[in-house]
């Protein structure tokens, strides 16, 4: 019994159900197992579904203030200020008017072009709008949730991409939300090419923490300065080709070091985006692809001896 | 009854509010990361804070098991690997059981003090697992969690046994 309440129970004296410790020793050792299943198998990825449908609607409560913050904010925006957004985006759409007649020419251009050298046809990879629900709050790893999940019919292993570039890749779906592992985190690797010299590499999210990529394996020679853009290379068969992912900010070249240790900034949005798009992973849009047959059954052990 | 001298003896809980203490602990952490501060490492865990004072306070009725089903979910809002804060929070519960006979006889600063390793413990779990299971350090503000959490609990307290601190008898002139 609790010191000092009025409890109108008697205390059990000698019921007092399973002792501390073993229910210390049974559920540590049930989250370990859980830990160790979640890290090596892909086993518990139901009890994450009915979890999360279980978390949704205290999210959902969660996230009202500030939803109705941001609508306040939108609400009391003045009259100049939307005026003046008005007339940048009159602005960025009479630039862009001059670039989009040029698309047609350019794209028959391109057509011909293509078809003189046989190349194959540049895939059209489909897309779906999503909102941006909130930053994960583990602080081990970068990830975001999405609003859309297997109910909007959204795939693992999608790329997201925000207006000004890629974003990451879906990693998780669960039910009503996705989850998605940003270029920034530590176990994000994508493919890249330098627009500017057309090498190819590979970028890894930052190790340290801080929200940047890191470009590795290129030689301490090799041609590559701050302020080169990097755009998917395609080559991975998950990231439609072309797409912007990073800029060069620092470049070290170190004597004593093979590789140069370059460090890139993402070009999307990775601390504040709001709306992105999901994009179908290259491979299943392409023509021929099949799912990879299951793996041989392992054949039981103690069968023939 | 053995309890310290002027102490007022309180109400007992109701049950009906530790769930709906937890359940706020728990909107008050997803506010905090969704809407907020986002996934910095040095926020307080609210949840832990009331699971640990229940755990002192009512240890019959909030445990490890208890600690435990809140740890899972706390797992999946966050994406962390699944089990993660269900361990830490397991850990918690139990070291809270362990110390609930002795730590009421102290004053609530002095509380504060030795709940501070509870805290410490759990944060120390937690960063083990998550560095060898491959995560990235998130930086020394990681410790800074458990010692607001621990400046916090005063505070906490005052909240949470104000239910229990009521008149057993009210009337016109003691409405509360």
Known sequence: ?305 | MIMPRGHQLLLPANPLFMFFSLVCALLLDMLQSMAWLGNAAWTPDWLALVLVFWAIHQPLKVGVGVAFVLGLITDVHQTSLLGQHALAYTVQGFLATMIHRRILWFDVPSQALQVLPVFMTAQVLELTVRVTAGGLFPGWSVFLAPVIQAILWPAISVVLLAPQRRAPDPDKNRPL
């Not at chain 1, 979640?38 to 969660?62: E, G, H, K, M, T």
């Not at chain 1, 990830?143 to 000004?164: C, F, H, W, Y």
């Not at chain 1, 990775?270 to 054949?299: D, N, Y």
């Open chain 1, 1 to 305: 019994m609790p010191l000092g309440t009025l409890d109108r129970t008697p205390p059990p004296f000698f019921k007092q159900g399973t002792s501390a410790l073993t229910k210390l020793l049974l559920f540590s050792a049930i989250s370990l197992a859980l830990m160790y299943a979640d890290l090596r198998y892909n086993i518990v990825q139901p009890a994450r579904w009915v979890l999360s449908l279980i978390v949704y609607p205290v999210q959902w409560v969660a996230l009202r203030p500030q939803v109705l913050w941001d609508q306040m904010d939108d609400a009391f925006v003045g009259k100049q200020e939307a005026l003046q957004s008005a007339e940048t985006a009159r602005a960025q759409l009479l630039s862009q008017a001059v670039r989009s007649t040029q698309v047609e020419q350019l794209t028959l251009e391109n057509q011909h072009l293509r078809d003189l050298l046989q190349l194959r046809e540049r895939m059209n990879t489909t897309a779906m709008a999503a909102e941006v629900l909130y930053e994960a709050a583990d602080p081990f790893t970068r990830k975001m949730i999405l609003d859309k999940g297997a109910n909007s019919g959204i795939q693992t292993s999608s790329p997201v991409m925000d207006e000004r570039g890629i974003l990451g890749q879906v990693t998780r779906v669960h039910p009503l939300v996705s989850e998605i592992t940003l270029v920034t985190d530590r176990e994000h690797s994508i493919p890249v090419l330098n627009t500017r010299t057309g090498a190819r590499g590979v970028a890894f999210g930052e190790s340290g923490g801080a929200p940047l990529l890191e470009l590795r394996y290129m030689a301490t020679n090799a041609d590559i300065e701050v302020g080169d853009i990097l755009t998917t290379s395609g080559v991975d068969g998950v990231y439609p080709p072309g797409i912007p992912v990073a800029k060069v900010v620092k470049v070290e070249r170190q004597a004593d070091s093979v590789f140069a240790r370059i460090l890139c900034e993402s070009l999307a949005r990775v601390q504040g985006a709001r709306h992105v798009m999901v994009l179908t992973p290259v491979k299943t849009a392409l023509p021929g692809f099949q799912e990879l047959p299951p793996p041989p059954q392992p054949i039981p052990k103690g069968g023939r001896r």
